[in-house]
Nanobody, 123 residues
Framework: QVQLVESGGGLVQAGGSLRLSCAASGRTNYTMAWFRQAPGKERDFVAFISASGSSTYYAESIKGRFTISRDNAKNTVYLQMNSLKPEDTADYYC??????????????????WGQGTQVTVSS
């Protein structure tokens, strides 16, 4: 079991930056991911990072602007978001799995989720 708590969301102007954090407690060494969900839309994949941090994968829509990283000593995963756009507005969720799911961009295989943190990008 793992418990996940996100933080770092807020209101930012377009072009600005935010860094989200996801603190994990309980078991560690999980593959971690970020998803986001805009109002009235499905939950979309953003990025994932392997347990060691050696592998990452990004959604095309955020590639080059967002960076996922982790500090295993602190049991924390980060999502650095730069050059934010109004279309990045969403609730951001971190997810964890003991292995990399076969289809990691689908939210269904990820068993553990945080409560989410809201990101609003104004134009």
């Amino acid at each position: 079991q793992v418990q996940l708590v996100e933080s770092g969301g807020g209101l930012v102007q377009a072009g600005g930056s935010l860094r989200l954090s996801c603190a994990a407690s309980g078991r560690t060494n999980y593959t971690m991911a970020w998803f986001r969900q805009a109002p009235g839309k499905e939950r979309d994949f953003v990025a994932f990072i392997s347990a060691s941090g050696s592998s990452t994968y990004y959604a095309e829509s955020i590639k080059g602007r967002f960076t996922i990283s982790r500090d295993n000593a602190k049991n924390t995963v980060y999502l650095q978001m730069n050059s934010l756009k109004p279309e990045d507005t969403a609730d951001y969720y971190c997810a964890a799995s003991s292995f990399i799911p076969t289809n990691p961009i689908n939210p269904d295989p990820w068993p553990y989720w945080g409560q989410g943190t809201q990101v609003t990008v104004s134009s």
